[in-house]
């Protein structure tokens, strides 16, 4: 396996990440009323966290050899809080998906650092969704 084929895969969750970040940043400004403060902080707490995740891809990108490359998803989010806390939480699903493949492809490329990297940051993500679920009730 190239280098491609992990920059490919990085590149795609790179994308994800920043079309989220952007989604939840949109999404916190428009909650409005005192019974969803709590939401709209969770949203305004994730909105570091994911920039923290496209970060790092962006780094692993650059250090593989790759360019960063942005196509970020910039469609209007939901502005109906239970609709955004169901699609979040599915999202964030796709996520954990998406970083059990990355870990995979850096440890059949010997990039131990990766792996346990793209492990926590799946970690991570898995907690986003359940915060996204309990929010739900």
């Known amino acids: 396996m190239s280098n491609n084929e992990i920059v490919k895969a990085l590149n795609?969750?790179?994308?994800?990440e920043v079309s989220t970040f952007l989604r939840y940043m949109l999404q916190a400004a428009s909650i409005k009323g005192?019974?969803?403060e709590s939401v709209r902080e969770m949203y305004l707490e994730e909105v570091v966290?994911?920039?923290?995740?496209?970060?790092?891809?962006?780094?692993q990108i650059e250090m593989l050899g790759g360019t960063p490359e942005?196509?970020?998803?910039?469609?209007?989010?939901?502005?109906?809080?239970?609709?955004?806390?169901?699609?979040?939480a599915?999202?964030?699903?796709?996520?954990?998906?998406?970083?059990?493949h990355l870990a995979e492809l850096a440890e059949d490329k010997d990039l131990l650092s990766l792996k346990m990297n793209m492990e926590d940051q799946g970690a991570e993500e898995d907690e986003?969704?359940?915060?996204?679920?309990?929010l739900l009730g």
């Open 12 to 16: 795609d969750q790179l994308n994800r």
């Open 34 to 36: 005192a019974k969803y």
């Open 49 to 59: 966290d994911e920039v923290k995740h496209a970060q790092y891809l962006a780094n």
């Open 70 to 88: 942005l196509k970020p998803d910039l469609s209007a989010p939901p502005r109906d809080v239970s609709e955004m806390l169901k699609n979040d």
């Open 90 to 100: 599915k999202e964030e699903k796709k996520d954990v998906q998406n970083y059990k």
């Open 128 to 134: 986003h969704g359940h915060e996204m679920q309990r």
